[in-house]
């Protein structure tokens, strides 16, 4: 039994480090309650009673986070722009550790891209950039949204903007596969392999 039970506390132990190295902010506090809720457990079995009030606390705290991140009012607008103004630039350096979790062959821009900067308020949420064709096909190179604002909103009003602006497909190309449950989400169809396409 205590064998069972020590490996109970280590998967809970496992859980919260895992949600550490998350880079949606919802989708960490989500596991974060997965596995504190099996500490509380492990710490009660054994008695360690500080333990079981400690994760007791996270899990409000995440719990409540969560409801707030679901509250959050969220009034998107979308601001054009080309890879050779400086607010790309300045949010793909500023994020550029992140970007190349998903978009590992992303360089910077062309002078010739078509930037769009999604907008929550005054916060900058998203960053998609490409090249459009002559079919009004759109070429990304780059589709991120920053972790705060990853359940899926900001892609969906993404899209539905670049569509009312007359493009007519939107075709992504990525060897990143923890990109790809968002896409789905969004309506894009994989093809072939690390392509994705999105009828607009």
Known sequence: MRI???????????????????TS??????????GSAVSVFYAAAVG???VVFLNAILIVVNAAKIVQFFRLEKSYHLIESNGGAGLPNYLAQKYNDDILNYFPGFKGF?????????MNGDNA??????KIDGEKTFHISIDYTTPA????????FLYKEIARRGVKKAV?????????????????????????????
């Open 4 to 22: 069972v039970l020590e490996a109970v506390g280590y998967i809970g132990t496992a859980l919260v480090v895992l949600s550490m190295t998350m």
């Open 48 to 50: 360690a009673y500080p």
């Open 149 to 156: 604002y990853r359940d899926n909103s900001a892609g969906l």
């Open 110 to 118: 062309d002078k010739d891209d078509a930037v769009f900067i999604l």
């Open 25 to 34: 902010v919802l989708r960490l506090r989500i596991v974060n309650i997965a």
């Open 172 to 200: 992504l190309e990525t060897s990143a596969k923890n990109h790809e449950a968002y896409m789905y989400k969004i309506g894009f169809v994989k093809i072939s392999r690390g392509k994705y396409v999105k009828e607009l």
């Open 125 to 130: 949420t998203g960053l998609t950039a490409g």
